[in-house]
């Protein structure tokens, strides 16, 4: 039975710490495969679509995401020892953490990535990762090396529009999309040039 576990927040040491690689021996492990679905299983009670080893107190290079309500085949996945094989281009993001609750701030990431790993099973993956889901391959990536987005981020802000409260609650907020929200709902002479 997967359990829900405390995810820890800015402060606490280990989301401070470089995480260590996965020995791919550990994925025979019962006890590895349990943190998989508790980090599953915490993610959705979140709720988030990206959650990080290091989130749930546990110093290990792996992730899961699911974005698939928001970009079909995308999710659930997870990803141990992953690396960027490719990092190419420039958006803007705004992002909120499970770490950090309660507050979004602007920044930059790659416009897409190639992210490659294991999955729970040890077989090789290979994904590409773009708009809402490539940010996320990147929140989470920082997260194994001890980064929070707040670490990159301009205009660190609480929540407080009906805009960045919806995409708060949607995705708290793992590389957070208020792109979506923001051209929904906000005239295009409202948004804030970007230079
Ligand atoms: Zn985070």
Do not use: W
Request: proline content about 6%; some cysteine.
């Amino acid at each position: 039975m997967p359990y829900i576990r405390e995810i820890i927040t800015d402060g606490h040491p280990t989301l401070r710490k470089v995480a260590k690689k996965v020995n791919l021996e550990e994925l025979h492990d019962p006890l590895f495969q349990q943190l998989i679905d508790d980090m599953f299983e915490t993610m959705y009670h979140a709720p988030g679509i990206g959650l990080a080893a290091p989130q749930v107190n546990i110093s290990k290079r792996l992730f899961v995401v699911d974005l698939d309500d928001d970009v079909p085949g995308h999710g659930p996945l997870v990803v141990v020892n992953p690396k960027f094989s490719v990092t190419e281009g420039e958006i803007d993001s705004i992002e909120g953490c499970l770490s950090v609750p309660g507050m979004i701030g602007d920044l930059k990431r790659f416009e897409r990535v190639v992210c490659t790993g294991f999955d729970r099973n040890g077989k090789k993956v290979e994904l590409e990762g773009t708009g809402l889901f490539g940010r996320c391959l990147q929140h989470e990536m920082d997260h194994l090396d001890g980064v929070l987005y707040i670490d990159k981020a301009r205009n660190i802000r609480p929540a407080v529009t009906e805009e960045e409260k919806a995409a708060l609650a949607e995705v708290e907020a793992e590389g957070a999309a208020l792109e979506r929200n923001a051209s929904e709902a906000v005239e295009p002479s409202a948004v804030p040039a970007i230079a």
